[in-house]
């Protein structure tokens, strides 16, 4: 039976028995306010489409990438997390899609369904309660950035970016090393993006202030833990990362081929609180980007500021995580 004729209940089946038995995982959702904060992430350029359509699963094929020689190893999935084949399923029965830019037509369930095929779970990081994961379409035409959460069972399950893979950037070379030239968000190709450029920092407990507000901020500097989420496409050549957290943790993202994903949860030193009460987001103090031999492609000790020849950065091997316009 081919893709086109496969009903749900026969791909939910084949998903499945291509993964074997793994435990019971109870149903994956978002409460309302990790909806709002997730929403703020993916601050499109343009208009999205929101959907909430019935669940669907596509077969899936998993491959874990192997450790590089001399290079930081990947965080191990946190205990209790959903098992890759859960990840998957829930991804692609999410509630939510930001489809693409201000030219593209909002996608229902089944063309999204369509558009990934059998996909491939290229990278995942958890924190125990929040999954982030990056999905390849069948045909490597289009992928996914997915957060899970399971907090709350009334609120909404996933939230999910769709991406063409068809993105790319001028080359140009830093000190010896073949890099590519900064994004521009002028580029008459883009119609827009949705990702942060480096780990997104954020506090996970509620607070009933009104947001945006002085006292929303110093309720969220009273939080005793802080996370650190990132999901995000690198040119291919990035083949590990390293991240320094604010709290100085060296932390190490899953990545494969250039698909990142990072997930983490640290303590909220009085430092970190202080910059949260005067409602500044704290710095990521580092990213290296390393690639498969182990080699250092680029060390980012500022990272966000906009590179030069003289001092590169993370943006010279910048996000892939961009919609095209259609002509």
Known sequence: MSRDTLDSQDFAERLERSFGAEPGHAGVEQDLARGRRALRRHRALAGSGALAVAATVAAAVVAVPALLPGSPASTPVASGAPGDAAVVRDCLANDRVLAGGPDQPEMLRDEVLATMGQPQLMTRADTGVTTVA??????????????????????????????????????????????????????????????????????????????????????????????????????????????????????????????????????????????????????????????????????????????????????????????????
């Open 134 to 327: 990056t999905i390849r379409s069948e045909d490597g035409a289009a992928w996914l950035d997915c957060t899970l959460s399971d907090r709350d069972p009334d609120a909404v399950k996933a939230f999910v970016t769709l991406y063409p893979t068809a993105v790319h950037f001028p080359r140009t070379d830093l000190g010896g090393v073949r890099g590519y030239q900064p994004h521009d968000e002028a580029d008459p190709r883009l119609a827009g993006n949705a990702t942060s450029p480096s780990p997104s920092f954020g506090v996970p407990c509620d607070v009933e202030e009104r947001e945006g507000t002085a006292a929303y901020a110093r309720a969220e500097s009273r939080c005793p833990t802080y996370t650190l989420t990132w999901n995000d496409r690198r040119p291919v050549e990035v083949a590990a990362a390293l991240v320094v957290a604010p709290d100085g943790t060296e932390l190490h993202p899953d990545v494969r081929d250039g698909y990142v994903s990072l997930a983490w949860t640290g303590r909220m030193t009085p430092q970190i609180a202080d910059q949260v009460a005067r409602g500044e987001q704290p710095d990521t103090r580092r990213v290296v980007f390393y690639d498969a031999e182990g080699r250092v492609l680029v060390d980012d000790r500022d990272p966000g500021h906009w590179p030069t020849r003289q001092h590169p950065g993370t943006e010279n091997f910048p996000s892939l995580a961009w919609w095209l316009k259609q002509h």
